[in-house]
Every structure is written in structure tokens, then in C-alpha cells.
Nanobody, 114 residues
Framework: VQLQASGGGLVQPGGSLRLSCRVS????????LGWWRQAPGTQRELIAA???????GYAHSVMGRFAISIDCAANTMYFQMNSLKPEDTAIYYC?????????WGQGTLVTVSS
């Protein structure tokens, strides 16, 4: 199983970005998918998770601004990020849980700066 993340870049405060994460390879049922991020000098933090394609949870810091969506036909999940702030600057990692195994994307850098 491989995850390919893309869509990061430089954006001004208040702007938007959409990250993508395509899952490839033979795999069984995905039970959980979502996004973590790691800002410079900090630990990686969980910011969004979709459980069994029904229950979505978001960290307080991104609630109301970021949203997960999925395209099952394309084996791709998206992460729409709106109203971006400088403190959202981080490397963003997608992940999926398949059975008891967690798989990670390679990370995509988001920089929010004027």
C-alpha cells in the first residue's frame, strides 16, 4: 500500500489550499483515514480523521476551516483548507488504517506567509 500526497505550497494568510492523497496498491477495507501535521519544532499532531467513512473529527485548531472529502472511485482523499493562518504552516501527512496497520504518505509542505 502506498500513499501519494500532493497539493502543498505557499499561500497568503486567509487563502485556501486543497491537499490530495491517493492510495494505491492492493488493500482491504480502510477503517480510518485522515491527516496529521508537524510544524517546525513541534510534535506531529492529529488534525482530522474520518472513521468508517461516516464519523469525522477535527482538532479544535482547524475545526470549521478544514474539511476531509473522499473520492472512492479514484482512491483519493482530499483536505480542503480555508482561511489559512501562519500557524497552519507545517508538513501535512495523510494516513490510512487498514486492519491493524497504519500507512503514511510522504508529507507535503504548506507554508502560510505574506
Amino acid at each position: 500500500v502506498q500513499l501519494q500526497a500532493s497539493g502543498g505550497g505557499l499561500v497568503q494568510p486567509g487563502g485556501s489550499l486543497r491537499l490530495s492523497c491517493r492510495v494505491s496498491g492492493p488493500f482491504d477495507t480502510i477503517t480510518v483515514l485522515g491527516w496529521w501535521r508537524q510544524a517546525p519544532g513541534t510534535q506531529r499532531e492529529l488534525i482530522a480523521a474520518l472513521t468508517e467513512f461516516t464519523n469525522t473529527g477535527y482538532a479544535h485548531s482547524v475545526m470549521g476551516r478544514f474539511a476531509i472529502s473522499i473520492d472512492c472511485a479514484a482512491n483519493t482523499m482530499y483536505f480542503q483548507m480555508n482561511s489559512l493562518k501562519p500557524e497552519d504552516t507545517a508538513i501535512y501527512y495523510c494516513y490510512v488504517d487498514i486492519g491493524h496497520q497504519r500507512y503514511w504518505g510522504q508529507g507535503t509542505l504548506v507554508t502560510v506567509s505574506s
